[in-house]
């Protein structure tokens, strides 16, 4: 794709931000239990991996942190750049088959949804297999003018996805849940949109916004068509001074977002991120506790 950079920074304003200090949770509060063991192996929503968590590998060696992937148990990627295969569709998803990875989706700037460049990002996604487009931010979102804007934005960039089976989306972090008169922001990009739009939440950034992530899928039935569990821990309460920002050790009560997602989110798939990495080990190392972490809330082998 000539001219467009599929590349996110540290300086872009939407980039994430740091998550909050993490510092062990019982392994007995993790297990889920029977009945929704059962659900989760008949449910078989697949896991992927938001690149964004092993950034300093893909900078460093963008093929080789692709193939640690698979090793560590993940059946997919989610994107956050395209490093030395930007404008190389077709390469890339050569490598993707080779290493036997799906794409649970990409994480672009709403740039991208321009009428000018619109049939390039159609072309170059489409390409890879790339399904969902998801926008991690934008300073309209919070606008009280300009939110109104960019709903019908993403209203109109859906319509033009749906033909080819894909779709558009946001992702949230904590200023999404800040109000505009007496409704959040993220409830009002919902009510704006169509139910095309998937909302993206990041279960982490909303629980860290003081929010129940749990009835924000509940409440959108069958549109958190992807999700992000991102571990996260609460605060400085006695209560989290022996808990992690690794999955199963962490805050957030994954077993019961996993049963919203499964039952009324229409999810088609888990995406682990991993913005933090404890006790001094490696992004890889960090990524890799968490999906073992996450495999064993969900009781699968």
Known sequence: MEN?????????AWTRRNVLKATGLGALACVLPKGLREAAAAAKIPIAVQLYSVRGDCKKDFDAALEQIPKMGFEGVEFAGYYNYESKAKELRKRLDDLKLKVAGTHINTGFFRDEVMQNTIEFHRTIGCKFLIVPGDAAFTDP?????LAETFNKTAGILKPFGMA???HNHTAEFKKDGDKTYWDLFAERTTKDVVLQQDCGWTAAAGMNPVEYVKKYPGRTRTVHFKPTVLGEAEENKDKKAILGQDSVDWVAVFAACSSVGGTEWIVVEQETYPDG???MECTELSLAGLKKILGAK
Request: charged share 35%; glycine share 10%.
């Open 145 to 149: 003018e300009k939110s109104k804007a």
């Open 168 to 170: 558009c989306g946001f």
């Open 281 to 283: 080990k490696s992004a």
């Open 4 to 12: 467009l950079k599929f590349r996110i920074t540290d300086g872009n």
